[in-house]
């Protein structure tokens, strides 16, 4: 099916406070917005929010807010429940707008969530608006460094077609969640964007998060610690990425095998340039390492073996049931739900309906069949 939109008109150019005060104006007076951002994660050591982009039915925006001191004329906008945010992927937004700027969030329609829901396989913004608009978007722009100033016409061209098509897209996922029974469904993975924030980090040490530290000795992850302390000060010092310093797996391989010479550095797959620029800052940290002491590892807490029977049981249901409705096994029952019913075991609908307040529409129609998957058994009702 596809859908007619509003034509291409040129996008409005958001810089100023007198414009970015107009625009909040206008945006306060719509019922719905379709939102996004762009940052430079790809390009810095600590990642920002480089664009914000508007559109309503009418108009495309883009927000600079590098060249802003002040973005606090959005905030009600974002809060305001009358209005609904439509994004595609909230999460990675609302985060940045979060971190970067305190807003808050009420009412958000992400139409990846719904595409998820309806159980559609490709649920990239590409995807969908080639299917349903046929149109076609270069996702090679997503790299894109979009701290760089100007910003040159195929990234705005790029960054406007990200919310354009938005509205006419939610409002045919609505249409298809309805036909099929699932908006309540869709709507409390919503509800649940609004309230991301950040807060449940990985408490870990930056060594402990990296693949195949767990085959490293003591010392050998002691000396891994100190690789990433020092990676860490030097990326942050070029105001550049973890990854475009220095990549994990070569880390790794420091750790392992503790070299001494460039010649052992080139050994583990450094590149010449590399040893140039950090190959004494890496040596000075296996040595320091190899006679610091020993690091002890923080670690993800063992759960009990009750709670990990029951969190199988459920991953087990959980996919069952999603094969039934041609859904992605986290459709059914989120992880958050997940974790806090095996850890919780309630033992009735009421003590369940406690865990999922939020999640009303789960829990009435697969209340009952959590309960058994995680062996209560239910008494039976009369005929």
Request: charged fraction near 30%; include cysteine.
């Amino acid at each position: 099916m596809m859908l007619m939109t509003l034509p291409l008109t040129e996008p409005v150019w958001v810089d100023t406070s007198s414009a970015l005060a107009r625009l909040a104006d206008l945006l306060s007076r719509q019922t719905r917005i379709a939102v996004d951002t762009e940052a430079n994660s790809l390009h810095a050591y600590r990642e920002r929010v480089c664009l914000i982009q508007f559109s309503t039915t009418e108009t495309d925006y883009l927000i600079d807010p590098l060249a802003l001191d002040d973005l606090t004329y959005l905030a009600p906008i974002f809060a305001d429940p009358k209005i609904e945010k439509i994004f595609h992927a909230a999460e990675y937004d609302v985060l940045g707008l979060h971190r970067d700027f305190d807003f808050t969030f009420a009412n958000i329609f992400d139409t990846m969530m719904a595409a998820r829901t309806l159980g559609i396989k490709q649920v990239g913004l590409g995807s969908l608006l080639a299917v349903k608009f046929g149109v076609d978007v270069d996702k090679h722009n997503q790299k894109a460094d979009w701290g760089q100033r100007p910003l040159p016409p195929s990234l705005v061209d790029y960054a406007r077609l990200d919310t354009h098509y938005l509205i006419p897209l939610r409002e045919l996922l609505e249409a298809e969640l309805r036909k099929k029974g699932r908006w309540d469904l869709a709507y409390e993975d919503f509800s649940r964007c609004c309230f991301i924030n950040g807060t449940h980090r990985d408490a870990r040490g930056r060594w402990e998060r990296i693949s195949g530290q767990q085959e490293l000795d003591p010392r050998q992850q002691t000396v891994l610690n100190e690789l990433c302390i020092a990676r860490e000060k030097l990326a942050e010092r070029l105001n550049r990425p973890l990854f475009k310093v220095i990549g994990d797996h070569l880390l790794l391989e420091a750790a392992k095998t503790l070299p001494q010479t460039y010649e052992d550095l080139a050994a583990i797959g450094m590149t010449e340039r590399q040893i140039q620029r950090f190959g004494r800052l890496v040596l000075e940290s296996v040595r320091h390492g190899s006679g610091a002491p020993l690091v002890e590892p923080i670690g993800m807490a063992r759960l009990p073996n009750p709670v990990v029977d029951r969190m199988h049981r459920l991953k087990n249901w959980r996919k069952k049931k999603a094969e039934t409705l041609e859904v992605e096994s986290d459709v059914i029952l989120p992880r958050l739900y997940l974790h806090m019913i095996a850890e919780q075991n309630p033992r009735s609908l009421e003590a369940l309906a406690k865990i999922m307040e939020e999640a009303p529409w789960r829990l009435g129609h697969f209340g009952e069949e959590i309960l058994k998957a995680i062996g209560v058994k239910l008494e039976s009702r009369p005929a």
